[in-house]
């Protein structure tokens, strides 16, 4: 029921209106030139991709699954109370501004009873939402938890919401009232206050003009809020859906290669419009809940990163595009404008280790690392500048084909030890053992590849190794930037693969497995990729591997992030563990997709930390307090993290827990004392000489 559908009426109707629809337009239009003005890419994939995006949009968007975790449960609650609300009233909201044209089209006049019906559980998504909202401040107010950005932006939004629901109520309530009589007039919550005007006798014309009032006050406050939007961090109201939408469907760890890059005159982003349009959408869609911060290795051990923080600054970038596009008057002190690079800044960009966590937590998935490596990119292919450290991996990298200087071993030192003989792949063996450039050339990762070794051969399995053939896998150099050696490095070994009719790889190294599972499709290099406990896990179940021996220990079990939160392998590890008697798995408190990063990823096995507490050292006394004696791990990087950050947590070595992979665990356990190897250490294992506990050039 609007006030007046006489011209007076109608008149401030369609005026106030059209200048807030204008506003919004023009607000939210300027915002999409830029995304449009930034680098194409297409999201929507095959035709299966596209049904996958349609099938999963409800659940992630109008079932907010990903807000409402358990570990945030009460501002899930809160915010599926306002969203849900908000939905739910949409059709009110509708039915508003039909009646501000003309009765006759409104939802109440063309479905009638049916409108009606519906009036009560509108009614009490009003209160839903109120309380919502009550709880929001209470949040802001007391518990004022430590990732929210508390800033004034949010407390618009929230009034604007509040007073949304008071006009609808009292609006509602005085049209109730002054259609006494009407069998449509049934409702719930307004209806109680319209009694309340009864009560009070409040005569008709009061009524009308009160009504009028709230009326226009709602229809106020509802564009008001529309037209705040784009210019507000809650524009993700409007771009989440698109943004869950044409999110990546593969899996996390998965870097985009730089297309056509002997052509390109510009390698990665130094500008905001290097940007594809989806990471600029990104940063419109970031909430500032902050979920991703406090999960952040870099950002909990005091590092610059934050990655809440990188959205809002790209986004300060974009929005200095927006003011170039409207062409608004300059005042006279405004400063210069920003520089990508030194906006987002060097150490924050250089910060990140690469362990997702920041996209496993975020609710809109945001899609934080691909954008920092599109900067360090440009920083290391177009302006040289990096890290000392990371500087050297890259030379070493050029001149040697693996990233460790000073190695004391080649690629086949650790066959020379082995008692059986270890065949070199020629296409006619069933695996290819890819050993990778630590497992070969780090002392104390040897003890891994030989205990591999050793279980595939006592399990009958046909493999072979590529020696001296090998090459690193080019992760290291894509993580640190360095796209066109990358590139190189992995044309080298699919190329190499394909000579030889590769089909099947098994890899100790989570980071190898990422790279050559999930990119080397990229350039054309399609092989079934198996990690080296997904291997084992079978072998066990298939009764080809016999764990007979006892190790009673209790066991800690740490999930690297490129085998775990990046590729969501997280349970044949745990089956290795489960499947040697006497050992008792021990789960940490961060563990699976909530894991914790040993500190090495994105290339930080080598590049030293710009500041702040060690991560591996934050990761080795959490493991440390769980009670365990062993801690095991999946990754050749975690291992060395562990072994140089459980002693700095643990200055008594009779108390310390002990490091060691999976496959040294199981050998143990399948093979006990044979081979003169010590029952009370798995087998084969020596603590690794102080030079190979260090992590980057930096310390050599």
Known sequence: MAPSTSFPGNAAFYLILI???????????????????????????????????????????????????????YAGLLHSMI???????????????????????????????????????????????????????????????????????????????????????LTNSFAIFLERGDKDAFTFWAFGMANLWDAVGMSRSVAEALHTTWWYLHLFDFLMFLAYLPISKHSHIITAPFNVFFRRLTPTGVLQPIPNL????????????????????????????????????????????????????????AEQQVHALTNLPKSNGEMEPLKLIDAVGFDAIWDCVNCGACQEQCP?????????????RFLVMDEAKMPETAAAVLQQLEQRGHPWPGAAFTRTSWIEEMEFEIPKFDGSQEYLYWVGCTGALVERNIKVTQAVARLLHEAGVSFGCMGEEETCSGDPARRLGNEYLYQVQAKQTVDIWKDKHVQK???????????????????????????????????LKDGRLKAEHELSEKVAYHDSCFLGRHNGIYEPPRDVIKAIPSA?????????????????????????ESKGDRINHLRSDEAQKSGCNVLAANCPFCLQMFDDGIPSVEPDESKRM???????????????????????????????????????????
Not at 31 to 56: H, P, Y
Not at 508 to 529: A, I, L, R, S, W
Not at 669 to 679: L, S
Request: hydrophobic fraction near 45%; aromatic fraction near 12%; charge should be positive.
């Open 19 to 73: 200048a807030f629809a204008s506003i919004f337009i023009f607000t939210a239009g300027v915002r999409v030139v830029v995304m449009f003005r930034a680098k194409r890419e297409n999201r929507l994939g095959s035709f299966s991709d596209i049904i996958e995006r349609i099938v999963t949009l409800p659940m992630l968007v109008l079932g907010t699954s990903r807000i409402n975790r358990r570990r945030y449960w």
């Open 83 to 169: 969203y849900w609300g908000f939905l739910t009233l949409q059709i009110r909201t509708l039915n508003f501004l039909l009646d501000g044209f003309h009765e006759a089209i409104s939802f109440q006049s063309i479905f009638g009873i049916g409108y009606t019906l519906y009036r009560p559980v509108m009614d009490m998504f009003n209160v839903i939402v109120i309380v919502g909202v009550s709880l929001a401040v209470i949040q802001r107010v007391f518990i004022k938890p430590a990732r929210l950005t508390l800033n004034w932006d949010a407390w618009v939004i929230l009034f604007l919401t509040f007073f949304l629901m008071v006009t609808d109520v």
């Open 262 to 317: 002997e052509e390109r005159e510009v390698f990665g982003v130094g500008k905001v419009e290097d940007f594809s349009w989806k990471q600029i959408m990104d940063t419109y869609t970031c909430t500032e809940c902050g979920r991703c911060e406090i999960n952040c290795p870099a950002f909990i051990s005091g590092k610059d990163l934050s990655p809440k923080k990188i959205m809002h600054d790209i986004r300060k970038v």
């Open 364 to 376: 809109v998935f945001i899609e934080h690392v691909p954008a920092l490596t599109d900067m360090r």
């Open 505 to 539: 790889v098994i890899t100790t190294c989570p980071h190898c497995f990422n790279v050559m599972q999930n990119e080397y499709p990229q350039m054309d290099g399609n092989f079934d990729v198996y990690h080296h406990t997904q291997v084992l896990a079978d072998l």
């Open 584 to 608: 008792e798995l021990v789960e940490l408190p961060r563990c699976k997709e909530n894991g914790f990063c040993c500190g090495a990823g994105g290339a930080h096995m080598w590049v030293e």
């Open 658 to 700: 002990r490091a060691y992979d999976i496959a040294e665990l199981l050998e143990r356990a399948v093979f006990g004392e044979r081979n003169g190897k010590q029952a009370e250490e798995p087998a084969g294992v020596k603590r690794p000489r102080k030079r190979q506990r260090k992590r980057s050039p930096h310390h050599e």
